[in-house]
């Protein structure tokens, strides 16, 4: 634009510019977001330092006690080890399968879409009703047993979600199920990202499929890796609904995780204030090591570059 | 990239039809057994013989489907919409006005990111029993909304920077209000982001099972997850009805998923990389 009228509407636009952009505009949702969320998270902070069981009136500040408490109580210790566990295994397994399967469904097989379709499907059912199937399947009567023994493993039968060295292992395993599509989506997204004449282009300069993945795409993958690994290492750290269908923290407190413990003493031991010094541990956990991680991560994604 | 159908490409469809068999294994027993009558004792890997629906129709009844279906239905769309409707209008001053709050403001929203709802979850539910409103349906519109807030302000925030003022400039010279530039103009532009914002809330929203097993537990309404839970519970031995009620929770999902999978696959990505 230019000339004398130009410039009038510009400066007519500058002087209207804040003016017509209306602050209230961001106040629903401000006071819904204070309300549910910042004004409860705060009180919750302070329960942590009483010893309120949720339904007397009475409740008396009890300074760190409920965090002493948590520190040599063995089921805390316990479901904190169980949750970094289930955290770390899901992240690993779940992205090596997901980025795998990207690979797979972006190259030129036929049945790439089909595939992609069925295999992201997992990630949008609802996590009781999948929790509910593989209760059932590892059960000692189950799918999983049947299968064995019909294919001459009969001896690796085992009672997966009934013993207390397998159970873990078992909730892992269908976490990764459910999720490794979700991540393979997100890769993906990232793969179809990369131009293909650059790897062509190291394809002409002699580059092996391994170096060209190693040196080339993997590098380029770097955003997509961060989002993948920030959303299974919360996701694991939070994990709820599946562990409380399947086994409820058992067998023995073998599963138990931080966020099932932390329901078992609010609703069942009328323990609020320690419960809610355990999700306010939970809170440190995310904290920390999603924001420590997204730091070295896109600390790499620069490095890449 | 060479780009033919080599004896290596055969080999690797063959590898990954033969993993997405293997995971869709379970699904496969899920229909598999739901379509059984009780007293057929043959293997579960097996096709059924003879099926029958009457399992569907028992669990239908059993399980209190019917409500749960209009219940987790009236809480997606109502908290959706409002999540869509508040958090754009958030993202338009956020994104527009250069002034130091309007910073700090975006900055605290960020920081709901951060906090796990763990910690609201119960502070919140001792506030809503206090209103009268555990067992409403209300108490979960009211948490899914400003549980989601951050999150979507976040992605409409990013979307509106990167779009261009000319529209709406050009709209406030015509002399449209800040309500009608923002509306007529501004919103149907953010149509790709808020794709992906209905998506990614509504998958959340649907499936959460936590939130209404605490807030409507003592009342007589359900979502779909929380009935499943009871049904569960009730019928823990009784594989053939149990599984008939897991595929009626899961067909309106699925079914949802099946007809928009290109929209559903690409918001996950997109939404995500922002």
């Known amino acids: 634009m230019s000339g004398p009228h130009a410039e009038e509407v510009t400066a007519r636009v500058k002087a209207h510019r804040h003016r017509r952009v209306p602050v209230w505009f961001a106040f629903p949702a401000l006071a819904l977001y204070v309300f549910v969320v910042l004004v409860p998270s705060a009180q919750g902070a302070t329960f942590a330092f009483t010893d309120w069981d949720g339904l007397n009136p009475a409740k008396h500040f009890v300074g760190l006690a409920n965090f002493r408490e948590l520190w040599s109580d063995p089921a805390a210790r316990g479901a904190l080890r169980q949750t970094l566990i289930i955290a770390v295994a899901v992240t690993v397994v779940q992205n090596a399968l997901g980025l795998a399967l990207a690979l797979g469904v972006n190259s030129l097989v036929r049945s790439r879409f089909v595939l992609r379709v069925l295999l992201f499907a997992p990630a949008v059912m609802t996590p009781v009703v999948t929790a509910a199937l593989w209760k059932y399947m590892l059960a000692p009567e189950g799918a999983v047993n049947g299968l064995l023994g019909s294919v001459g493993l009969g001896s690796w039968r085992q009672n997966w979600l009934g013993e207390p060295d397998l159970a873990l292992g078992s909730v892992i395993g269908v976490i990764v199920w459910q999720f490794a599509g979700y991540s393979m989506v997100i890769f993906l997204a990232g793969l179809q990202g990369i131009p293909a004449d650059v790897q062509e282009a190291a394809a002409v300069d002699g580059a092996g499929a391994w170096q060209r993945f190693r040196r080339i795409v993997l590098p380029l993958l770097a955003p997509a890796m961060t989002i993948n690994l920030m959303l299974s290492v919360i996701g694991g750290l939070k994990l709820f609904d599946q562990v409380w269908v399947m086994t409820a923290g058992g067998p023995g407190d073998s599963t138990e995780t931080l966020s099932t413990l932390m329901y078992k003493n609010a609703f069942q031991f009328n323990e609020y204030g320690y419960s809610v010094a355990l999700a306010i541990v939970l809170a440190v956990f995310v904290a920390v090591l999603s924001s420590g991680q997204y730091a070295l991560l896109r600390r790499q994604e620069r490095a890449a570059r | ?274």
């Open chain 2, 1 to 274: 990239m060479n780009n033919r159908y080599t004896v290596r490409t055969l080999l690797r469809e063959i590898l990954l039809i033969a993993v997405t068999a293997a995971m869709a294994f379970p699904l496969y027993v899920l229909v598999n057994l739901s379509l059984r009558d009780p007293r057929d004792g043959g293997s579960v890997i097996a096709p059924t013989t003879s099926p029958t629906l009457r399992n569907y129709a028992d669990a239908w009844r059993e399980a209190g489907l019917a409500g749960a279906v209009v219940n987790s239905v009236i809480v997606t769309a109502v908290s959706v919409a409002l999540i869509v409707v508040v958090s754009a209008m958030a993202a338009y001053p956020l994104a527009r006005v250069t002034a130091r709050w309007s910073r700090w403001l975006f900055l605290l929203f960020m920081l709901g990111l951060l906090l796990p709802f763990q910690l609201a979850l119960l502070p919140l539910y001792q506030t809503i029993r206090d209103l009268h409103l555990l067992g409403s349906l209300w108490s979960l519109v009211l948490f899914y909304s400003g549980l989601q807030v951050p999150f979507a302000t976040f992605l409409y925030t990013g979307f509106l920077r990167a779009l261009p003022r000319g529209y709406e400039e050009a709209a406030l010279i015509d002399g449209a209000g800040p309500m009608q530039a923002f509306w007529r103009v501004v919103f149907p532009l953010l149509r790709p982001i808020t794709g992906t914002v209905v998506i990614l809330n509504a998958i959340f929203i649907w499936n959460d099972f936590l939130t209404p097993f605490l807030y409507l537990s003592g009342g007589d309404q359900q979502t779909i997850p929380v009935a499943i839970f009871g049904f569960l519970g009730q019928y823990v031995s009784q594989w053939n009805l149990v599984f008939a009620g897991l595929v009626l929770a899961m067909l309106p999902i699925l079914a949802v998923y099946f007809a928009m999978q290109r929209h559903i696959i690409k918001g996950f990505a997109g939404g995500l990389k922002g």
